[in-house]
Nanobody
Framework: QVQLVESGGGLVQPEGSLRLSCAASGSILSFNTMNWYRQAPGKERELDAGIISSGSTNYADSVKGRFTISRDNVKNMVYLQMNSLKPADTAVYYC??????????WGQGTQVTVSL
C-alpha cells in the first residue's frame, strides 16, 4: 500500500514562505502525476500544483508565480515551495499521487495558517 506523508506546514505571517514536503513509501516514478491540493474550511478540495514524470508542471492561477512544485526521484519526495503567502492560502494541504488506469492516493494533510 502506498503511503504519502506530508510535512512542513505551520503558522506563517503574510508574505512569508513555507516549504511543504511529501514523502512517498515507494518510487514516485511509478506515478504519472504528483500533485498538491488544498482544502480550506467549508470549501472543496482544489488542485494547486501538479508535476508529471517528465518534470512538466502546472499551477492553479491563484498560485502561479508564488508556488513551485518539484520532485526528487531519488529520495521519492515531492515539494511545494510557497512564497508570498496570503491569508487566503490558509488551508490543509494534501499530497496526491495518481497513476493509470485510475489509482490515486492521498496523504493525511498538513495545516498551513497564514496570519499575523
Amino acid at each position: 500500500q502506498v503511503q504519502l506523508v506530508e510535512s512542513g506546514g505551520g503558522l506563517v505571517q503574510p508574505e512569508g514562505s513555507l516549504r511543504l514536503s511529501c514523502a512517498a513509501s515507494g518510487s514516485i516514478l511509478s506515478f504519472n502525476t504528483m500533485n498538491w491540493y488544498r482544502q480550506a474550511p467549508g470549501k472543496e478540495r482544489e488542485l494547486d500544483a501538479g508535476i508529471i514524470s517528465s518534470g512538466s508542471t502546472n499551477y492553479a492561477d491563484s498560485v502561479k508565480g508564488r508556488f513551485t512544485i518539484s520532485r526528487d526521484n531519488v529520495k521519492n519526495m515531492v515539494y511545494l515551495q510557497m512564497n508570498s503567502l496570503k491569508p487566503a492560502d490558509t488551508a490543509v494541504y494534501y499530497c496526491h499521487a495518481w497513476r493509470i488506469p485510475n489509482n490515486y492516493y492521498w496523504g493525511q494533510g498538513t495545516q498551513v495558517t497564514v496570519s499575523l
